[in-house]
């Protein structure tokens, strides 16, 4: 039989109590084109596949004020280049997926899950979404559009672009997060098109990532918050497994954890004036250069409140302009290195680190900006250098250090130490307050 109106036989797609859905596999059409209001429900437990290429194509696609109920345990597959497997990108439109639905692209440059215009795409659980296409995205949300991966989701970009990227909302709970050794960041959250506030919200998650950033910021109207997240750079798992037990747990133990040989990536990057804010958190970086566990640059600013951050560099790099911040209050810090900045750094940065740990590893500013660090119940063991024609102040309170004081002629250094704060080690012309 050849199926050449969509608009007959899409209709025999609706569920019917007791029938089981059966798998198709369609070259040139969407399976559903959904372009006025009303609403079509795919019935449960098929499999779906297209070959189409191109852009807005793919399987689910609203063009109209309308809705599409994906019934669960529906597998849908796209193999074609630039296509958007589900896509709402109309105003009103909505896509609603059912328990355990998967979505598998293949195709370059294809997405997942694409939503943009005021339209929405929500998932219940057990969400899984994988592109393996080079530089395919698997979830997108554009503008003031919104994306619910509900529970238990597990998204994985393998062929070198990012995994959650929101220009819109996304949101999700127990969210497990991959990408491979072609690089592509786990989250990412970015808005320099217009006022709307791009928006990433993971209560419970891990984002494992083997050659790229775990969790990124960038532009204003760009904020990204979560609770207990797990973020692991410079880690190659492959794309076998969902690797979550039935509670949403990550099945893989991060102690066995290795780092993958040519991997580097950031833990957490917040650069032009993008904002993130994470809570009982944890950072773990394990690749080569650029590994840092919290890099930022030109007004952006990291809060993390409790949690751990472990990292095969710095626990903090700073570089850009403007004016960025970074606030650890209550982190536990384990570093190869403390803080540092790039030589190019020109400007303003404050690191406020409230209880914890404290910093094991050096703080040196080597570029010409002023880097402020203020310790508040903790403590710093490394040396302090302060290079070029930079300024570092370091003011303590309730605080002990432990380390050699140290400033070229070009650079200003000084150390304030209050409340009982003490210093213990050599001081190199530097002007010190008590």
Same mark, same amino acid.
């Given at each position: ?54 852009? #807005? ?7 109209? +004020? ?16 630039? /296509? ?13 997926? &059912?328990?355990?639905? !998967?979505?598998?692209?293949? &195709? ?23 592109? !393996? ?14 994306? $619910? ?22 949101? /999700? ?13 786990? @989250? ?10 791009? =928006? ?12 790229? !950033? ?17 973020? %692991? ?12 037990? /039935?509670?949403? +747990? ?9 780092? %993958? ?18 809570? $009982? ?7 080569? #250069? ?16 409790? &949690? ?20 650890? $209050?209550?982190?536990? @810090? ?20 409230? &209880? ?28 302090? !250098?302060? +290079? ?6 370091? +003011? ?12 070229? $002629? ?17 001081? *190199?012309?530097? *002007? =010190?307050?008590?």
């Amino acid at each position: 039989m050849k199926l050449t109106n969509i608009s007959k036989w899409a209709a025999l797609l609706v569920a019917v109590s007791g029938m089981a859905a059966l798998p198709l596999s369609i070259s040139g059409f969407p399976l559903i084109n959904q372009t006025s209001g009303g609403t079509t429900t795919l019935a449960v437990g098929g499999t779906y596949s297209t070959s189409l290429d191109g852009s #807005p194509n793919g399987l689910v696609l609203l063009a109209g +004020n309308g809705g599409v109920i994906v019934g669960n345990n529906n597998t849908l597959i796209s193999t074609g280049s630039g /296509a958007r497997v589900a896509n709402a990108f109309s105003s009103g439109s909505e896509i609603r997926l &059912g328990v355990n639905t !998967t979505i598998k692209s293949s &195709g370059a440059q294809a997405f997942g899950i694409w939503a943009q215009n005021n339209s929405m795409v929500s998932a219940i659980d057990g969400l899984r979404v994988t592109t !393996t296409g080079y530089a395919a995205i698997a979830v997108y949300a554009y503008s003031d559009s919104t994306i $619910d991966l509900g529970d238990h989701a597990v998204i994985k970009s393998l062929g070198g672009a990012h995994a959650v990227f929101s220009i819109g909302k996304i949101k /999700a709970k127990n969210l497990l997060v991959v990408t491979g050794t072609s690089g592509g960041r786990g @989250l990412f959250s970015s808005n320099n098109i217009d006022s709307v506030a791009a =928006l990433l919200e993971v209560n419970g998650g891990t984002v494992i990532t083997a050659a790229d !950033t775990g969790v990124m910021v960038i532009n204003p109207n760009s904020v990204l918050t979560g609770t207990n997240l797990a973020v %692991y750079t410079g880690v190659n798992l492959n794309a076998d497994g969902d690797m979550l037990d /039935a509670n949403g +747990n990550v099945t893989t133990d991060p102690g066995q954890f290795t780092a %993958y040989a040519t991997g580097s990536g950031y833990g957490l990057i917040a650069s032009n004036s993008g904002l993130m804010e994470l809570w $009982d958190s944890s950072v773990t970086t394990l690749g080569g #250069p650029h590994s840092a566990a919290i890099y930022v640059s030109n007004s952006g600013t990291v809060i993390l409140h409790g &949690g751990q951050l472990t990292s095969s560099e710095a626990v903090v790099y700073v570089n850009g302009s403007g004016v960025s911040e970074v606030i650890l $209050d209550h982190v536990n @810090l384990v570093g190869a290195d403390g803080i540092v900045t790039n030589s190019t750094f020109t400007g303003t940065a404050t690191v406020n680190i409230n &209880g914890g740990s404290g910093i094991h590893g050096d703080v040196t500013n080597s570029g010409s900006g002023a880097l402020t660090v203020n310790l508040d119940n903790s403590s710093l063991t490394g040396d302090v !250098t302060g +290079n070029n024609s930079g300024t570092l102040n370091i +003011n303590a309170s309730n605080s002990v250090l432990i380390g050699d004081i140290t400033a070229n $002629d070009d650079a200003a250094l000084t150390v304030n130490l209050d409340n009982a704060s003490e210093l213990t080690g050599k001081i *190199d012309p530097v *002007d =010190l307050s008590v």
